[in-house]
């Protein structure tokens, strides 16, 4: 049985930092992604990291700010986050497939954690 399971989030003031893991367990893939969802908005990408290549892909949004990493021997990602915002509030999901294109497409994911809230406070 696949599960993915999150953990790190909290609260933090603005400028703060917080770390998020998701361990899965189940079976390996090819890509693991991280997404979030806001209050009355769309689930949006966050980051993705291809385990085959070590290749990474960032929204525009947390370029620069967001680190994706992934432990391969404790088949586990990792979400850095740095400089947060206020805007950046959201539960955060983790995802994962074996479809390699168009990572950043939600409808790619086939495998879902439980989400973690992670809020920003001004």
């Known amino acids: 049985q696949v599960q993915l399971v999150e953990s790190g989030g909290g609260l933090v003031q603005a400028g703060g930092s917080l770390r998020l893991s998701c361990a899965a367990s189940g079976r390996t893939f090819y890509v693991m992604g991280w997404f979030r969802q806001a209050p009355g908005k769309e689930r949006e990408f966050v980051a993705a990291?291809?385990?085959?290549?070590?290749?990474?892909y960032y929204a525009d949004s947390v370029k620069g700010r967001f680190t994706i990493s992934g432990d391969n021997a404790k088949n586990t990602m990792y979400l850095q986050m740095n400089g947060l915002k206020p805007e950046d509030t959201a539960v955060y999901y983790c995802a994962a497939t074996n479809q390699k294109l168009f990572v950043r497409n939600v409808r790619r994911y086939d495998y879902w954690g439980q989400g973690s809230q992670v809020t920003v406070s001004s």
């Open positions: 990291i291809n385990w085959s290549n070590g290749s990474t």
